[in-house]
């Protein structure tokens, strides 16, 4: 029953859920208040009457009230100005024990008691005077309820007003919250592709944070959308450019008689064309296994080896330039060793040196600077070419990002310094790109932890 009840009270809306707090917490108010009211009445009806009880004592001993005896009727509705008077001689009452069921025992002194009797549970005031004693009491039911019609006049104001207020209350929550029926409305009108951003008047200050996160989010999916459709067209516009040619030189090799010069330069001009659109496709085969990388699979990689390597892959590219590359290792440092994969490496290098050779001019300088640095291998790589903003060097290391200024320079995806930055990531290494100190162009500055034991 209470899993029904709790399951109704949250199928309902927002402002209905808060009107029915409210009306179960002034039911509990007012139980609560007619508690204490029932208290506070019988204490303060039982202090007047008591006094007034006293008042008669002192009445009846200054006046030497004769000898009488109460007539209790079981059938009459007392009410509370009844009380019973007797006065009688100490002589008829016991030492100890009621007499004639409901007369207190012979007393020393004036006292107030509570006491069960013959007619029924009474308020009993005794005070002796000399051979008399008087007592005067009264039924305890006669208080209570006494005590009951003061609590429940109290309260007669408060169930009066309080459903009043509660329907108040109701409508300006409604008033309140309609700001958020406003956004349901907006939310179940809305197209799943629309990330336009969300506005409505007067939301409340705790909903605000939330309405303007989800506006960023969206900000961020639509530039990540914008991007990949972007990235979509600049990888089918180079696959279809290599493509392209491909077809061009297989038609012309159909053509070419096998032994003449032309066809030895379209076999050529094919096989770049086909490296070309290989890179491309390596490239992104990298970036989705980059996700799935297994820190597993790591090794004690030779840092300043797979470095090496890396630039011999990149030495056709550089002499087609007419480059001045070199390699500066710091005389201390031998065999660095690292925690990671060769592929990671291998990336990580590939990506730097290629782009240093892409965006440098022919007959630029690149130098490569690898030092040690306290428990880390740092790989500087310089190059003489335009560089990068630095209020755009954030901007760059984006997935599917390419700046407008240097396209021209070089074919590519907009994914190297992404790459970089994800492998990094796996073996807690950093990239910043700064500006060359010892060129006109960008310094990719790279650092590795060294192996504990190295």
């Known amino acids: 029953m209470l899993k029904k009840l709790r399951a109704k009270y949250y199928s309902y809306g927002l402002s209905e859920r808060m009107s029915v707090t409210i009306c179960i917490f002034s039911l509990v108010l007012l139980l609560l208040i007619g508690i204490s009211a029932y208290r506070i009445a019988l204490e303060e009806s039982q202090e007047v009457i008591d006094r007034q009880m006293q008042e008669m004592a002192n009445f009846l001993e200054v006046h030497n009230q004769s000898f009488k005896t109460s007539v209790f009727n079981p059938q009459h509705r007392y009410n509370e ?10 002589s008829e009452l016991k030492q100890t024990g009621l007499s004639n069921g409901y007369l207190m025992p012979i007393a020393e002194h004036a006292y107030f008691s509570n006491q069960m009797t013959s007619r029924g549970d009474l308020k009993i005031y005794v005070r002796p005077v000399g051979q008399k004693q008087i007592q005067i009491s009264q039924l305890m039911r006669v208080r209570v309820a006494l005590a009951k019609e003061l609590a429940i006049n109290m309260l007669l104001p408060y169930l009066f007003f309080v459903p009043l207020g509660v329907f108040g209350l109701h409508l300006l929550i409604k008033k309140h919250l309609r700001p958020l029926s406003d956004l349901k409305q907006v939310f179940s009108k809305r197209h799943h592709s629309d990330l336009s951003e969300i506005k409505i008047a ?23 959308k914008n991007q990949q459709q972007l990235f979509v067209a600049n990888a089918a516009h180079e696959l279809r450019t290599p493509l392209t040619a491909i077809q061009l ?7 070419t008689a096998q032994n003449s010069p032309i066809y030895q330069e379209n076999l050529t001009d094919l096989q770049l064309s086909t490296q070309r659109m290989a890179r491309l496709v ?4 990298k970036l989705a296994h980059q996700d799935d990388m297994n820190v597993e699979q790591f090794t004690a990689v030779d840092l300043v080896d797979v470095l090496r390597q890396a630039s011999n892959q990149l030495q056709a590219a550089i002499f087609k330039k007419h480059m001045h590359f070199n390699i500066a290792i710091e005389s201390d440092i031998i065999h660095p ?7 990671t490496i291998e990336s990580i290098f590939l990506n730097i040196l290629d782009n240093a050779v892409k965006y440098t001019p022919e007959a630029g300088n690149i130098l490569v600077k690898v030092m040690a640095v306290e428990q880390t291998i740092v790989v500087e790589v310089h190059d003489s070419g335009l560089g990068i903003p630095e209020h755009q060097r954030k ?16 074919v590519g995806s907009g994914l190297g310094l992404s790459i970089v930055d994800t492998a990094l990531a796996l073996i807690q290494g950093e990239l910043t790109l700064t500006e060359s100190t010892e060129f006109s162009g960008l310094c990719a500055r790279l650092r590795f932890k060294l192996m504990p034991d190295v």
């Open 395 to 410: 901007l760059v290391r984006n997935k599917f990002v390419r700046l407008i200024e240097t396209q021209h320079q070089a």
């Open 249 to 255: 030189h297989i038609e012309l090799l159909q053509r």
């Open 202 to 224: 007067q939301l409340p200050a705790e909903i605000i944070p939330a309405i303007n996160e989800l506006n960023y989010l969206f900000q961020r999916i639509q530039y990540a």
């Open 337 to 343: 060793k690292i925690w990671a994969t060769y592929a």
């Open 282 to 285: 390596e490239q992104l085969m």
């Open 81 to 90: 100005t009844d009380v019973f008077i007797d006065v009688v001689e100490k």
